[in-house]
């Protein structure tokens, strides 16, 4: 009885920790995707590249918190900028 208890209550803190570990990799794979699109687009008008410069680093704060919330605002950051990236790169269509 106490090891199905025991390995219930295991199981659980898994289920329930695995969605802030998948949203800490998002935040960090755009954070790169990001550092990887800026080497690789070669040409970005001065006011992206700021724009971009300044969301990164907030986006790097909000993922320090370590709350939800702010790995919630460091995907949705990260998200609009590669965004704004790939409008650059299209030509702003």
Do not use: H, W, Y
């Not at 219930?8 to 969605?19: E, Q």
């Not at 990887?36 to 986006?59: C, I, K, P, T």
């Not at 605002?73 to 704004?84: K, Y």
């Amino acid at each position: 009885m106490k090891r199905t208890a025991l390995a219930g209550l295991f199981i659980s803190a898994v289920m329930l920790a695995s969605p802030v570990f998948a949203a800490t990799d998002l935040c960090q794979i755009n954070l790169q995707k990001i550092k990887d699109a800026v080497v690789s687009s070669g040409e970005m008008s001065s006011d992206l590249q700021d724009s971009v410069e300044s969301r990164v680093a907030e986006a790097k704060a909000e993922q320090a918190k370590g709350t939800k919330e702010g790995i919630d605002n460091c995907i949705s950051l990260t998200t609009q900028t590669l965004q704004d990236i790939a409008d650059n790169n299209k030509g702003g269509e």
